[in-house]
Structures are given as C-alpha cells and as structure tokens.
C-alpha cells in the first residue's frame, strides 16, 4: 500500500514504491534547460521540479556535510544513531536559519545557486565507493508509482 511518502530518487532507480524516479528518456538535469528551450508536456514539467527539488536536498548535504563532519562518517553508526545524528543536524540547521546567524557554510550556498560543496580529501576514506549501489533497484516500476507520477504530472502541469 502506498503511504504517500517516497524519497526522490535519480533515474538509476525504478519508480516502485517508497520511491519517486524521473521519466526516463525526457531532459531532466536543471542545465539541459538553461542551455535550452523551457520544459514542455506533462513529463518534462515533471522531471525540471524534480531535478530542481533534488539539487536543494544535495546541495543541503553538502553543506550540511561540510558543517557537521560528523555526517561524513555515518556507515559507521547503527541506523537508528544515524537517524538521531540527521534529525539533530536538521534541528540545528533551522535554529540558525530562523535565527538570522551569520553562518559561512549556509551564506556560501546563499550567495551561488550553482555552489556544489565538497568533501575534503581528508574524509575521502568515509564517503560511500563511486561504485556503490542499492542491488535493490533491479526491480521494475510499480504500477502504483507510475500511476502516482504520472497524476503528479498531470496536477502540475494543470497547476501553471
């Protein structure tokens, strides 16, 4: 049963349930459409917020990561520690956002849309391998999802 909670995931995962891919075989990285035309149907719509909406969570990772060096060496903590390590992250994320502080990370990332952080080479060793995968992706999309997606789509579409 579907719950209504999915992680956005990229276009190497099936959309199956809990998680909420692109269409594939549409544009879908933000600088296809800088260096192009504006998205147009259904499905480009789609795949522009859903690339925009995946550039904010990364990039807030990234900062988050460069702020709290913690979350870099999280495979080395049970789930549910790193569950508590997110949320505490989270919570002083927005303290200091709500609280107008000066923040150099968060300023960095303010300033340049574009900013991508990155890890210093000496916490390389905690980053997951660039050949790191979830062998759970192998199953095909769920009829619900797409289904899901696909009136998505259609709502946001309806909705310009």
């Not at 504006?38 to 807030?60: C, D, K, M, Y």
């Amino acid at each position: 049963m579907f719950s209504g909670k999915y992680y956005v995931v990229d276009a190497g995962y099936p959309n199956r349930l809990g998680y909420l891919s692109p269409y594939k075989g549409e544009r879908y990285h933000v600088p296809d459409w800088r260096r192009g035309t504006a998205p147009s149907g259904e499905q480009e719509h789609f795949n522009f917020l859903h690339s925009s909406l995946r550039n904010v969570v990364e990039r807030t990772f990234g900062v988050w990561k460069m702020k709290w060096r913690i979350l870099l060496k999280m495979p080395s903590y049970p789930m549910s520690k790193q569950k508590m390590i997110v949320a505490a992250t989270m919570c002083l994320h927005n303290f200091i956002r709500e609280n107008h502080a000066l923040d150099r990370h968060f300023r960095r990332c303010d300033r340049n849309p574009d900013y991508v952080p990155t890890i210093p080479e000496r916490y390389a060793r905690h980053a997951p391998s660039r050949n790191a995968s979830d062998a759970s992706t192998s199953d095909a999309n769920d009829m619900t999802m797409d289904r899901f997606r696909d009136d998505l789509a259609q709502a946001i579409l309806q909705s310009r």
